[in-house]
């Protein structure tokens, strides 16, 4: 994890003066855009239109190969019908710089890339829907399907050990329980922790690998009207977590985000797994060990959101965003149980069966 002093943070002077040095291109409007650790512009060229100057903080620009295996994967999909983003090339051809940049912690290195912008509102503050919920599933498994053709010298630099926010590293939360302070819900990490040893680590054997995106939330999803049914996704957004992992890990993450905004958080886990299975259906020791991958991503939420804030206490309102709201859906999945949640799931994906049939049966 980033410490503070890894964050970017320049001045709209700086952006403007990093644009037109790298692109050629003039800024007449910056609009700072919300992060996690690194920091992002929106950009206005008024010849051009709007972009997104994404600056990369100091920790993870140091890997180089990783940051480049991101930026392919964004072009690799957008050249696959998938709504990601694609990094525009500076003026010497290159698709992401390297730059010394004093923020005020002296001159370190941050890198830079300049990215299409893309239309749409952010899930999160669109109303959820079993169609959208659907459709977010299904987008996340086809994303997924599709990195299974991606090729790149240097994928296995994705394995990513000790990487914090793989679901395969769930143990290594136990070293940051004490920030929770005694807090109710630091009873409930350890028990998820220790099931996750117990239940998932034995049968991973069986899971079924792939690249993950890591972080299909519903800040990193975009959204927009489609005339028909509502809303379309329109743009995926933010690879920085992208990782070796599994297709249940990518199913259980987009799961854990959706059930966020959700005013019915309980059933949302049968929607998206509709949509997902539609494109990639699970084998029975991933569809067992579901409901525990949900519940470890609520805990890695919950865990590392307190230490990044004890890092940047002046991002504590961004950074507290998925933490606080998914602290209370956890202790009441940890109350309801798995059984009665996994009953909610199969009704719900149940229906999208018998659907699908009076569709089929309607046409012949």
Sequence with gaps: MALKESKPNLSESQVSEVVKHLYGLTVSKIQPLPSYDDQNFCVRVDEHGEYVLKIVNSTDSLNTTVLEIQTHAMNFLHQRGVPAQTAIPTCS????????????????????????????????????SPHILYEVGKMAATMDRAFQEMEHPHLGVLQREGFIWSLSNVPLLEHYLPLLDGDPIQAI?????????????????????CINHGDFNDHNILAEPDGTSGYRISGILDFGDMSCGYYIFELAITIMYMMIESASPLDVGGHVLAGWESIIPLNAAERKALFLLVLCRFCQSVVIARYTVSQQPENEEYLMITSRTGKRILSHIWEVGREELERRWTRVEHQ?????????????
């Design 93 to 128: 051809g290159q698709l992401m710089t390297l730059l010394d940049i004093d923020c005020g912690f002296g001159t370190q290195k941050y890198m830079v890339r300049l990215l299409t912008y893309l239309s749409g509102t952010v899930m999160a503050k669109i109303p959820s």
């Design 189 to 209: 990490v350890q028990e998820i922790i220790d099931q996750f040893k117990l239940q998932v680590v034995p049968n991973m054997r069986f899971f079924r690998k």
């Design 352 to 364: 999208y069966s018998i659907n699908i049939s009076s569709q089929v049966n309607t046409v012949v």
